[in-house]
């Protein structure tokens, strides 16, 4: 069974910074691409930003310059700093994982989190 838990999410005021962390745990031989999305209420879920393995970064252009997403591969962590904060970025935010596999020969799997909140006041 594979897990992802986040941390860090918050109450922060416009123009203040936060840092999301995400760690997956189980019996996990690799992960191909990890991630964050985020949903506001009334909205669909989207992008923020993900990373391959090979440290390939993708943002959506809503937070490009304000947003880094990092990896630790050895320690299936990714972590997603967040700066210059907007009350438009509110939202939970959820970890993703695609591409898990659990040994050399398995299947892919697709994992999320259970999501941390984001609140940014004006």
């Known amino acids: 069974q594979v897990q992802l838990v986040e941390s860090g999410g918050g109450l922060v005021q416009a123009g203040g910074s936060l840092r999301l962390s995400c760690a997956a745990s189980g019996n996990i031989f690799s992960i191909n691409i990890m991630g964050w999305y985020r949903q506001a209420p009334g909205k669909q879920r989207e992008l923020v930003a993900t990373?391959?393995?090979?440290?390939?970064?993708n943002y959506a252009d809503s937070v490009k310059g304000r947003f880094t997403i990092s990896r630790d591969n050895a320690k299936n962590t990714v972590l997603l700093q967040m700066n210059s904060l907007k009350p438009e970025d509110t939202a939970v935010y959820y970890c993703n994982a695609q591409g898990v596999r659990l040994s050399a020969r398995s299947y892919t799997l697709t994992y999320w989190g259970q999501g941390t909140q984001v609140t940014v006041s004006s």
């Open positions: 990373i391959s393995s090979g440290g390939s970064t």
